[in-house]
T-cell receptor, first 110, second 113 residues
Framework: GIQVEQSPPDLILQEGANSTLRCNFSDSVNNLQWFHQNPWGQLINLFYIPSGTKQNGRLSATTVATERYSLLYISSSQTTDSGVYFC????????????FGKGTKLTVNP | DTAVSQTPKYLVTQMGNDKSIKCEQN?????MYWYKQDSKKFLKIMFSYNNKELIINETVPNRFSPKSPDKAHLNLHINSLELGDSAVYFCASSAYTGPSTQYFGPGTRLTVL
């Protein structure tokens, strides 16, 4: 099945810093989603981004489907950005069955 | 206006008991899911329903039985609970089956003693 690798596994930042999280996947996909799990456990969908670039406030994401990776950019980080960031891709084709990476744990210190 | 809701939020029970977790979505979505998140935060899909019909059934013990009375509800019943069932269970929904954004509920933390 498709493999999803996220890096780095852990990231510690000072408030105000920028960061880039990476998601590599082993097969072509037509569906990639980024999620944020906050320290209280809630999973929030950040982006549905099978290709191209999207921006939402201080967050943006870019997926280069031909090279099988996606990047999540966080600018001017805030303590509320802390949590675990997951990317997820379908197991095959247009499947709704998502495979999740192991996540990047982000800690933003004041 | 909670989009995807689950009850209960916490569930503590003894081994061997039977328990249920309820999920409701008010987004008008056709597809609903159950995921399990283990102690290492790994998320894995368990089941998916489209308009009350089962479409994904992962390798899950048959002690786990999902039920969808209508397309807005997907409940999870677990028989004969085991220690290894302790996890956080998430319900999710998407507009349709296929590549579409999935929205997650708040999760139910199940602890089996």
């Amino acid at each position: 099945g498709i493999q999803v690798e996220q890096s780095p596994p852990d990231l510690i930042l000072q408030e105000g810093a920028n960061s880039t999280l990476r998601c590599n996947f082993s097969d072509s996909v037509n569906n990639l989603q980024w999620f944020h799990q906050n320290p209280w456990g809630q999973l929030i969908n950040l982006f549905y981004i099978p290709s191209g670039t999207k921006q939402n406030g201080r967050l943006s994401a870019t997926t280069v489907a031909t090279e099988r990776y996606s990047l999540l950019y966080i600018s001017s980080s805030q303590t509320t950005d802390s949590g675990v960031y997951f990317c997820a891709v379908p197991t095959q084709g247009g499947s709704e069955k998502l495979v999740f990476g192991k996540g990047t744990k982000l800690t933003v210190n004041p | 206006d909670t989009a995807v809701s689950q009850t209960p939020k916490y569930l503590v029970t003894q081994m061997g008991n039977d328990k249920s977790i309820k999920c409701e979505q008010n987004l008008g979505h056709d597809t609903m899911y159950w995921y399990k998140q283990d102690s290492k935060k790994f998320l894995k899909i368990m089941f998916s329903y489209n308009n009350k019909e089962l479409i994904i059934n992962e390798t899950v013990p048959n002690r786990f039985s999902p039920k969808s009375p209508d397309k807005a509800h997907l409940n999870l019943h677990i028989n004969s609970l085991e220690l290894g069932d302790s996890a956080v269970y998430f319900c999710a929904s998407s507009a349709y089956t296929g590549p579409s954004t999935q929205y997650f509920g708040p999760g139910t933390r199940l602890t089996v003693l």
